[in-house]
Nanobody, 116 residues
């Protein structure tokens, strides 16, 4: 059974950085696209960033220039480096991984709180 384990969330002050990780395990042979989503209190879950197996990336406009998504295919892990964090980045962050044959799996979520 495929499992995704997220880590790296926490409480930080505005302007600081955090790095999230999401590792896939459990008989994973091949992974396609990997991504991050977030859900703030009272809001719908929104897409944040995606990285393809070949390394192409896309970001929601609100995080462009501040967040960087990356992956380590050997470790079946996706990362989200978040710099210059703002209070509006506060949310539960979820990773989503496409395991081949195509099926999407979600992480359990990790809380990111940006507050002074």
């Amino acid at each position: 059974q495929v499992q995704l384990v997220e880590s790296g969330g926490g409480l930080v002050q505005p302007g600081k950085s955090l790095k999230l990780s999401c590792a896939a395990s459990g008989g994973v042979r091949s992974i396609g696209a990997m991504g991050w989503y977030r859900q703030a209190p009272g809001k719908q879950r929104e897409w944040v960033a995606t990285i393809t197996r070949g390394g192409s990336t896309n970001y929601v406009d609100s995080v462009k220039g501040r967040f960087t998504i990356s992956r380590d295919n050997a470790k079946n892990t996706v990362y989200l480096q978040m710099n210059s964090l703002k209070p509006e980045d506060t949310a539960v962050y979820y990773c989503k991984v496409q395991v081949i044959p195509p099926r999407d799996y979600w992480g359990q979520g990790t809380q990111v709180t940006v507050s002074s």
